[in-house]
C-alpha cells in the first residue's frame, strides 16, 4: 500500500507537467496528471488525491472556474492555484472561492513542495479555514465577506491593508509567514524591494488588537524570519 | 511675431479705427488726418488689420489644441501597447522558466557528480535571475494596470516612515547620510497611497546606496516648491552619462557604467509608474563621476 501522498496535478502545458512531476515524486508524493479542468474533473470521480495543484490559465475550463465546481459540488480537497491570477483584489478572491494556497509561475519548484506539505499539516490538524466567512479566535472575530474585525463584540477600525494581513496570518495559523509572503499575496510585491511596510501593518495591528508583541496573544515576530499567528483559529459560516 | 505682439496690434488697430469712425461720425465734413475718403479706407483698413489678427489668433489656438490632443491620444495609444507587449511576454516566460527550474530542482536532488551539481547550482541562478526580471516586469505592468488605494495623510507622518528607511540600508553606515524635513512642509497633506510612494523612495535610497562607494554623502530633503511637495535624493556617486539621462527611466535599462554592480534596471521605472499615479512628476539630472539628483513632485491637498 502506497503511503506516499497523492497529487493530482493540473496544467496545460506539457514541459510543466512532466518537469514538475519528477521533482514531486522525487520528495516523496505520488503523482496524476490532467490537462485541463475537464479531465481533472472526471479523474475526480475515481481518485481521491490529497491534494490538488491547478494551474488558472488552462483552456476547456480555467483553474478557478474548476476550483468553483469542485466547492459547489462539495468536494473540499485542498487546492492549490498556480499562475499569475491578476491583481491582489483577485488573489484574495482565491482565497474566498475556497482556495488554500496559490503560488506565482515562475516558481521554485521547491517552494511547491514546502507550500504542499504545509497545506496537508493543516488538513491533517482539521484546520482547513479557507472556506470560512468568519475567522474566531478567542475574542478576536473576522468577518471575511464585510471585511470587519471585532474584538470583545465591538468593532475595531483597521485599513484595508492590515485586515488582509491578518486575514491571511489566521487563515495559515501557527505557520511562520515571510515578510515576502506578505508582500506578494497581500500587496502583490515580492523581491521589489522593502519589506518595511509588511512591518507598518503588523504595528498597526499590534496597537489595534492590544497585543504585546513580548507576550502575544495573537501575533507573533519570529526573529530574521517572519510572523505567526499563535492563537487558535476556529470558522464559524454563517448562513 | 510673438504672441505678446499680435494681442497688442488688436487693441491698437480696433482703438485707430474706433477714433477715426468717431471722428467722422461726430465731426461730419472733416478727416481726422487727411480726406473724407482715405479716412474711409483709414477706418477700414484698421478694421480689417484687427480682425485678420483675430482671425489669426484664433486659428492658431485651434490648431495648438488639436496638436495637443493627437499627441495625448498617440502617447495614451503606446502606452497600452507597451502594457500588452509586457503581458505577452510574461504569459510567454512563465511556463519555460517554470518548466527549467523545476528539472534543474530534479538534477539538482539527483546527480552524485558535485562538479555537476555546481553546473547546476550555476544554472539555476540564472534561471532564478530570468525569473525575477520577469515578475518584476509584471510587477511593473500591473501596477500600471490598477486601480490603486488612495488615502489622506501628513507629510510628518510620511516623513516618520521615511526616516526608518535608512535601517534597511547597511551601506548607510559607510554614508554620509542627511536626511531633511522643510518646516513649512510637515504639516500638509497628502492623498495617495502611502505604501506605494515608500516603496518609491525606498527605491531612491537603494539606488544612492549602489551606486556610491564608502565616504560618499546621500541628502534625503523634503520641502515645498510653489505648491508641491519635493522629495529630492542627492548622492555624491559615480553619476549617469549625459547622453542616457533621458532613457533611464525605461524598465531594464542600465547605464552603461554599471557592470560592476548588481541590478535589474526596474527600480526607476517603478518610480515613475508610481509617480505618475499620483499626479506628480519626476526629474533627474546627473555628472559621471560626480553625483545624482532625482527629485519627485507631488501635488499637495
Redo the contacts between chains.
Sequence with gaps: MDSRPKILLVDD?A??T???T??LE??GFEVAVARNGEEALAMLERLSPALIVLDV?MPRLDGRETLRRLRRGGNWTPVILL??I????ERIMAFQEGADDYL???????ELVVRIRAVLRRVTAGRQLHGARQLVCGPLSLDRLARRTYLNGREIAL???AFSVLEYLMLHPDEIITRERLLDTI???????????AD?RITELRKALGDDPARPTFIETIAGQGYRFVGQVSETSTG | MSRKGWWLLLPLGLGLAGVMLLARVTLPGTGLFLSRDLDLLLILFGLSLAIFAAGVLIVKEVMEHLRQQSIEQARAEAFAEHLRFLQRLDHEFKNPLTALRAGLGTLALTLPDENQQQIVRTLDMEAQRLSRLVTDLRKLAELERLPPEFQEFSVGDFYAEISELGREQPELRERQYILYLAPEAANRRLVGDPDLLLLAVHNLLDNACKYTAPGDRIELRIFMVEDSLAIQMTDTGIGIPEAEVPLVWEELYRGGNTHDIPGNGIGLALIKTIIERHQGSADLHSRVGQGTTVTLYLPLV
Design positions: 502545458e514541459s510543466v512532466s518537469t514538475l519528477t521533482f522525487l520528495s490559465l499562475t499569475q491578476g491583481g491582489t483584489p506565482n509561475k515562475p516558481f521554485d519548484p521547491q485599513t484595508p491593508k500587496w502583490g510585491w515580492d523581491n521589489v524591494v522593502g519589506t518595511r511596510v507598518t
